[in-house]
């Protein structure tokens, strides 16, 4: 069994608003993820402190430890979960699709993370996790180590380089942070 979880508990304070929300041609962002996420995997959960996601039909927890970012959902989501494998994404990737979701899923191997490369950039809101890293990814937190890009390089890790692939347009990897970066994310459509 695998589990999918969206990490939607950003304060996001670049955007003013919180972002998994912010209505994107007419849906929220958040939902676009779910769309794609809903056929591949039999439990999704949406972590997050704010309960108006509760809207969508999925459950939805809180964050275990608050205000350390996307660290803190990555643990909440491993320490909820009982599945060997979690799929962790983040709420702002609208573009994400089931064929990407599915490639990833489809190469993990003993590795404890698996991410996407995109041009030597590791991109860690878009990959699987092994519930086998909760207990150190916890001491990392402790530890205040809570950048992703450090955090990720502490475990058995995989990643995928996905130039030239095609399920992985240039599109796909645009986080939406900041209110420019939304009206550019509309003008691709």
């Not at 450090?150 to 942070?177: H, R, Y």
């Amino acid at each position: 069994m695998k589990n999918g979880y969206i990490l939607a508990g950003g304060k996001s304070s670049r955007m003013g608003a919180d972002k998994g929300l912010l209505l994107f041609e007419g849906k929220a962002m958040i939902e676009y993820v779910i769309n794609q996420m809903l056929p591949v995997f039999d439990n999704l959960v949406i972590v997050s402190n704010n309960p108006e996601y509760e809207k969508f039909g999925l459950e939805v927890i809180p964050d275990l430890i608050k205000n350390i970012g996307p660290a803190g959902g990555i643990y909440t989501a491993l320490h909820h979960s009982n599945a060997k494998l979690n799929f962790i994404v983040s709420c702002d990737m609208p573009f994400v699709t089931q064929e990407a979701i599915e490639f990833v899923v489809n190469n993990t191997n003993e590795s404890q993370i698996v991410l996407i490369e995109n041009k030597g950039r590791i991109e860690p809101l878009f990959g699987v996790y092994s519930k086998e890293c909760e207990e150190n990814w916890l001491q990392l937190i402790e530890q205040k180590i809570i950048k992703l890009q450090d955090m990720v390089l502490q475990f058995k890790l995989k990643t995928i380089p996905i130039e030239n692939k095609e399920i992985f347009a240039a599109s796909f990897f645009k986080n939406i942070n900041t209110q420019e970066d939304f009206n550019n994310a509309l003008n691709l459509l």
